[in-house]
């Protein structure tokens, strides 16, 4: 089932979400509702805050991208309670967008390498060091569960760039060729 997409100044896409456990309630079925929302949206990856949940649950499917970035041919990947728990001191920077911020792209500066820990859709534990365009994909994922959107990260000069477009969001003020769901106004 396709959910809505919560857009920038839902209430929820602030809220730190909380860890979930192997008897949440029809799990199995939100991770394919997420997937199919997510390709509804054509999005590589979304949050669970995303769709109105305040829940540490990411989905994300880098195929779309195999044919720049073959090692991706394929991966489809769900990560439960996860956690960045370090990062490397190297950093690189490539432009962002978030269906939760539809027609906004910005250059955000993230760490080149991430520990992760997390929890595959089976519950099995994974810590793991991941780099590349995965790396960056987890990361912006994963800021949706600490209450952060890809703005957050810019620099002020360029958030003052994107006032008028973040505040026309935030009073549900767009155009998108997916289901959303509009921000309060």
């Known amino acids: 089932m396709i959910l809505p997409i919560y857009l920038y100044?839902?209430?929820v896409l602030k809220k730190v979400a909380e860890d979930i456990t192997p008897e949440y309630p029809e799990l199995k079925q939100l991770i394919e509702n997420m997937f199919e929302t997510m390709y509804n949206a054509e999005g590589i990856g979304l949050a669970a805050?995303?769709?109105g949940l305040a829940i540490r649950l990411v989905v994300i499917d880098l195929d779309p991208l195999s044919e720049d970035y073959p090692e991706y041919k394929d991966f489809r990947g769900v990560y439960i309670n996860a956690h960045i728990v370090e990062t490397?001191?190297?950093t690189n920077s490539?432009?962002?967008g978030c269906l939760s911020l539809p027609g906004i792209h910005e250059k955000v500066t993230r760490p080149a390498r991430i520990r992760v820990q997390y929890l595959d859709e089976n519950f099995v534990e994974h810590d793991e060091w991941v780099e590349g365009f995965l790396a960056r994909a987890m990361q912006h994922e994963f800021d949706h569960l600490e209450g952060k959107v890809f703005s957050d990260r810019i620099s002020p000069l360029r958030?003052?760039?994107n006032k008028s477009r973040l505040n026309n969001l935030a009073r549900g003020n767009v155009n998108c060729a997916y289901k959303v769901k509009r921000a309060l106004r």
């Open 9 to 11: 100044g839902q209430p």
């Open 49 to 51: 805050p995303q769709i």
């Open 88 to 90: 490397s001191e190297e």
């Open 94 to 96: 490539a432009e962002e």
């Open 159 to 161: 958030r003052q760039m």
